[in-house]
């Protein structure tokens, strides 16, 4: 399912939209306990334009499968943060690396899962896809891609964030 990548270049380049970050997001279930839990991907350098994660979440991991989680989270694994969390989708696992700790005013996080957006594309073998873009436009951006859109993609209003998806 999803858009193909190349929607989010088309954004960046050809509608000259700034504040566009491509997004991944899955059911996963940590292998551990069970436990059914929100993987999100993303790009951490134009996921800043748009969420407001901690500034620099990105930038701490060499692991191919970094893992960002709330501290909640950190709490519950935390015998087990060591060894990597175990993450499983359509069958198959993966040992995701516990690289950094995000931070929120709320529980927003508790049940979500953060990493990049190459090791989420791999890990749930979407190849070129991603599930949605997230923008933030203005309506002059809005109407111009709305009315150049590519078929099968369209554009929902979400809480006042815009969001392309197919």
Same mark, same amino acid.
């Not at 960046?12 to 939209?17: L, N, S």
């Not at 993966?94 to 953060?114: E, H, M, P, R, Y």
């Not at 951006?141 to 197919?166: C, F, W």
């Given at each position: 399912?999803?858009?193909?990548?190349? !929607?989010?270049?088309?954004?960046?380049?050809?509608?000259?939209?700034?504040?566009?970050?491509?997004?991944?997001? /899955?059911?996963? *279930?940590? !292998?551990?306990?069970? #436990?059914?839990?929100?993987?999100?991907? &993303?790009?951490?350098? %134009? +996921?800043?334009?748009?969420?407001?994660?901690?500034?620099?979440?990105?930038?701490? =991991?060499?692991?191919?499968?970094?893992?960002? *989680?709330?501290? =909640?989270?950190? #709490?519950?694994?935390?015998?087990? *943060?060591? %060894?990597?969390?175990?993450?499983?989708?359509?069958?198959?696992? @993966?040992?995701?690396?516990?690289?950094?700790?995000?931070? =929120? +005013?709320?529980? &927003?996080?508790?049940?979500?899962? !953060?990493?990049?957006? /190459?090791?989420? #594309? *791999?890990?749930?073998?979407? @190849?070129? $896809?991603?599930?949605? !873009?997230?923008?933030?436009? $203005? #309506?002059?951006?809005?109407?111009?891609?709305? %009315?150049?859109?590519?078929?099968?993609?369209?554009?929902? +209003?979400? $809480? %006042? @964030? $815009?969001? &392309?998806?197919?």
């Amino acid at each position: 399912g999803g858009i193909n990548q190349r !929607v989010f270049t088309w954004l960046k380049v050809e509608m000259r939209i700034y504040d566009a970050t491509p997004v991944i997001e /899955a059911r996963v *279930v940590i !292998v551990d306990d069970g #436990q059914s839990v929100k993987l999100l991907g &993303v790009d951490p350098l %134009s +996921d800043r334009r748009i969420r407001s994660l901690d500034s620099n979440w990105g930038m701490n =991991s060499v692991s191919a499968f970094p893992l960002f *989680v709330s501290p =909640s989270t950190q #709490q519950r694994y935390a015998n087990i *943060v060591d %060894s990597g969390l175990n993450l499983s989708f359509g069958g198959s696992n @993966k040992t995701f690396t516990i690289s950094g700790i995000l931070q =929120s +005013d709320s529980d &927003v996080l508790d049940n979500v899962l !953060v990493t990049d957006i /190459a090791a989420a #594309q *791999v890990f749930l073998n979407l @190849k070129e $896809n991603i599930s949605y !873009v997230d923008l933030r436009v $203005n #309506q002059e951006e809005l109407e111009r891609i709305q %009315s150049s859109l590519p078929l099968g993609v369209y554009l929902t +209003d979400l $809480n %006042s @964030k $815009n969001h &392309v998806e197919g």
